[in-house]
């Protein structure tokens, strides 16, 4: 079992910056991939931003590329979502996702494990 909280959300102005954080319980967190998604209003829940168990392999996309940082620090059980450029668009419930794989997917049905999210608002 692994729980996720996320952390780091909150109201931001256009071309801002946030981190999100999402601490995870468990001993074998290095084992996982990890996956950032958002759901915005009225919409479906869209993919983000993934890394590889090692952290040497990151996906994107591509409506964030360039923009959005996805990083993992396993001595801290921990993952990171760093957003610059932040764009009203942007504004959705983060959440952070867990895959009992090494490796990464953008398919949201493949990750195991959820957080609650954290809201990020973007005001224009």
């Known amino acids: 079992q692994v729980q996720l909280v996320e952390s780091g959300g909150g109201l931001v102005q256009a071309g801002g910056s946030l981190r999100l954080s999402c601490a995870a319980s468990?001993?074998?967190?290095?084992?996982?991939?990890m996956g950032w998604f958002r759901r915005a209003p009225g919409k479906e829940r869209e993919f983000v931003a993934a890394i590889m168990w090692g952290g040497d392999s990151t996906y994107y996309a591509d409506s964030v590329k360039g923009r959005f940082t996805i990083s993992r620090d396993n001595a801290k059980n921990t993952v990171y979502l760093q957003m610059n450029s932040l764009k009203p668009e942007d504004t959705a419930v983060y959440y952070c996702?867990?895959?009992?794989?090494?490796?990464?997917?953008?398919?949201?049905?493949?990750?195991?494990?959820w957080g609650q999210g954290t809201q990020v608002t973007v005001s224009s």
């Open positions: 468990g001993r074998t967190f290095s084992s996982y991939a």
């Open positions: 996702a867990a895959r009992s794989s090494f490796y990464y997917t953008s398919d949201t049905a493949a990750y195991d494990y």
